[in-house]
């Protein structure tokens, strides 16, 4: 694999202006909107394999959130990365699954009210294990070269609560790279992905939900979301829902499931994309309970 650091630079002022123009036509262009079929394919089939998502990176093998964990899911065959990104107090966007660095981190306090500077300076690999001192909290995007340099897709979520002006803010970043064929957005709040439906139409969007809606496909249409990313236990209690949003065109994604048990479970339901701790040990149950897929 190329080495991913070198690829590592900061966004120049005169590009960003140009492709802040650019996501803006983009962002205007009528009748422009994002598809189930398009990045995730098509739309499974029960017992057909589902795509693999790395969640945080491969943290079976590395610190979650990391450059390291997004390298190590990308060399175990994962289709998908899934990173968690929050913003710094000076409106930065790092990747980091906490409200706090305190978990994942040498240092503590909230990741809202500490400036990109001061996020910086903090070893996040350390607590995971001594091989991995010094690896940072990465900018958004150095993990956008990540994908530039894999070719692969990512579920990207965002944390908290996004203004359409804090979604365009990242936007830049993405058309820059010429990645936005390869993001999928996600979220917990409906908020955030009314935001992010206003800044960044043509990307499609995911709303996550612990407990699935009565009406799947009418919450899924409202938020005008490709799929809906649930838990398996919220399958159980809806086992008609994958049809209802598959009948509909629409996807459904499930999380964070880590046995044999609940994949060969969730591959019965027909479900699209599983997203793991285990990555690699996916992929490799994949291959030899659908071989040749
Ligand atoms: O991909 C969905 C899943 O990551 C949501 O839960 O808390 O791990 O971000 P969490
Ligand atoms: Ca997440």
Same mark, same amino acid.
């Given at each position: 694999?190329?080495?991913?650091?070198?690829?590592? @630079?900061?966004?120049?002022?005169?590009?960003?202006?140009?492709?802040?123009?650019?996501?803006?036509? !983009?962002?205007?262009?009528? =009748?422009?909107?994002?598809?189930?079929?398009?990045?995730?394919?098509?739309?499974?089939? /029960?017992?057909?394999?589902?795509?693999?998502?790395?969640? %945080?990176?491969?943290?079976?093998?590395?610190?979650? *959130?990391?450059?390291?964990?997004?390298?190590?899911?990308?060399?175990?065959?994962?289709?998908?990365?899934?990173?968690?990104?929050?913003?710094?107090?000076?409106?930065?966007?790092?990747?980091?699954?906490?409200?706090?660095?305190?978990?994942?981190?040498? =240092?503590?306090?909230?990741?809202?009210?500490?400036?990109?500077?001061?996020?910086?300076?903090?070893?996040? +690999?350390?607590?995971?294990?001594? =091989?991995?001192?010094?690896?940072?909290? /990465?900018?958004?995007? $150095?993990?956008?070269?990540?994908?530039?340099?894999?070719?692969? /897709?990512?579920?990207?979520? &965002?944390? +908290?609560?996004?203004?359409?002006? $804090?979604?365009?803010?990242?936007?830049? +970043?993405?058309?820059?790279?010429?990645? #936005? *064929?390869?993001?999928? !957005?996600?979220?917990?709040?409906?908020?955030?992905?009314?935001?992010?439906?206003?800044?960044?139409?043509?990307?499609?969007?995911?709303?996550?939900?612990?407990?699935? /809606?009565?009406?799947?496909? %009418?919450?899924?249409?409202?938020?005008?979301?490709?799929? &809906?990313?649930?838990?398996?236990?919220?399958? #159980?209690?809806?086992?008609?829902?994958?049809?209802?949003? @598959?009948?509909?065109?629409? +996807?459904?994604?499930?999380?964070?499931? *880590?046995?044999? #048990?609940?994949?060969?479970?969730?591959?019965?339901?027909?479900?699209?994309?599983?997203?793991?701790?285990?990555?690699?040990?996916?992929?490799?149950?994949?291959? #030899?309970?659908?071989?040749?897929?």
């Amino acid at each position: 694999m190329a080495d991913l650091r070198a690829h590592r @630079h900061r966004l120049p002022a005169t590009a960003a202006a140009v492709t802040t123009a650019v996501a803006l036509v !983009f962002s205007l262009l009528p =009748g422009m909107t994002a598809h189930a079929t398009g990045v995730i394919g098509p739309l499974r089939a /029960p017992g057909e394999p589902a795509f693999i998502a790395a969640h %945080r990176g491969d943290r079976a093998s590395a610190p979650e *959130n990391t450059v390291a964990a997004f390298e190590a899911a990308v060399s175990g065959g994962s289709d998908f990365l899934e990173a968690d990104v929050r913003r710094t107090a000076d409106g930065r966007a790092v990747v980091i699954h906490d409200a706090t660095v305190d978990r994942t981190t040498n =240092g503590s306090g909230a990741v809202a009210a500490l400036t990109l500077d001061e996020i910086r300076s903090l070893d996040a +690999g350390s607590w995971y294990a001594p =091989g991995f001192a010094g690896e940072p909290v /990465p900018l958004f995007e $150095e993990f956008l070269d990540v994908l530039v340099v894999a070719d692969v /897709p990512a579920l990207v979520e &965002l944390k +908290g609560e996004w203004s359409a002006d $804090e979604v365009a803010s990242i936007m830049d +970043g993405i058309y820059f790279r010429g990645v #936005q *064929n390869l993001i999928v !957005f996600a979220s917990f709040s409906p908020r955030t992905v009314t935001a992010l439906r206003d800044a960044a139409p043509t990307i499609p969007r995911v709303l996550i939900r612990r407990v699935l /809606p009565l009406d799947p496909v %009418r919450v899924a249409k409202r938020y005008d979301a490709v799929a &809906l990313m649930t838990r398996a236990s919220a399958l #159980q209690k809806s086992p008609d829902a994958v049809a209802r949003m @598959h009948d509909a065109g629409l +996807g459904v994604l499930l999380y964070t499931l *880590n046995s044999e #048990q609940r994949w060969g479970e969730a591959l019965a339901y027909g479900v699209d994309g599983i997203v793991t701790d285990k990555p690699s040990a996916l992929d490799a149950w994949i291959a #030899q309970t659908a071989p040749g897929t």
